[in-house]
């Protein structure tokens, strides 16, 4: 089964130095058909204005994934952490028995385009932890680069989660195709540009729920950046 869900049919809040489109329920905006897909519980695709951001705030129990599109995100946090994280990067911090950190936009100038995700982990109470790491273009043109995945299976960073999230650039001739082991199913997220997956044509901020099917396909894209997550 293939459920389409569109950009437009995202939740949408904007604070004036914060633009976020919301692919699952969020804060003020609710839908009980959009709590999550198996464990991957948010997508939030941000803007927020040069110097501006989230004051330092807390999570628990919560592995939080932030992939820049455009500009510099910059992140600190209570276990001494301190990066500004640019397109290519990708950051991963465990929430566990809980942490305190804060983002901003470090730019006078550009505002900083990022997607914020939330992937429930498999055990509550871990300890916090951090990574980050980088992934150049090269290694998603045309293919799909793993780029969180369990522990030993050679993800750039760790998550506490039977969870695998692929990045890839498609354009032109370039195609991918991703196996889905029986029981496993996918979340295809369109990042920017335009591209055909299984058949569907999809634009920026288009999203598909891909069930019961044994591969997702990767074709026709137009400039387009492609989040693949593999999810039990």
């Given at each position: ?190 990042a920017r540009g335009g591209v055909r997956v299984n058949d569907a044509s999809l634009n920026a901020g288009d999203a598909l729920r891909i069930e019961g099917e044994p591969a ?17």
């Amino acid at each position: 089964m293939i459920t389409l869900r569109s950009a437009g049919d995202r939740g949408h809040a904007n604070h004036g130095w914060l633009d976020s489109h919301h692919s699952f329920s969020f804060a003020d905006y609710y839908d009980p058909a959009q709590m999550g897909f198996g464990p991957l519980r948010v997508i939030n695709e941000d803007r927020v204005q040069p110097g501006m951001g989230f004051g330092t705030h807390g999570h628990r129990d919560m592995e939080i994934i932030s992939y820049v599109l455009e500009g510099q995100l910059s992140h600190q946090d209570n276990m001494g952490n301190g990066s500004i994280i640019t397109p290519g990067d990708v950051q991963r911090m465990s929430a566990g028995r809980g942490v305190q950190h804060s983002e901003f936009n470090p730019s006078k100038t550009d505002d900083v385009h990022f997607l914020q995700i939330w992937i429930e982990p498999a055990q509550r109470g871990i300890p916090a932890s951090y990574e980050q790491a980088r992934v150049e273009s090269e290694a998603k043109r045309g293919k799909l680069a793993l780029l969180a995945a369990p522990a030993g299976e050679g993800g750039a960073v760790v998550v506490h989660q039977d969870a695998r999230l692929y990045a890839g650039l498609f354009d032109g001739a370039e195609s991918a195709v991703h196996l889905l082991a029986p029981g496993r199913r996918a979340y295809v997220h369109v990042a920017r540009g335009g591209v055909r997956v299984n058949d569907a044509s999809l634009n920026a901020g288009d999203a598909l729920r891909i069930e019961g099917e044994p591969a997702v396909r990767i074709e026709q894209g137009k400039a387009a950046e492609v989040l693949v997550f593999d999810l039990p």
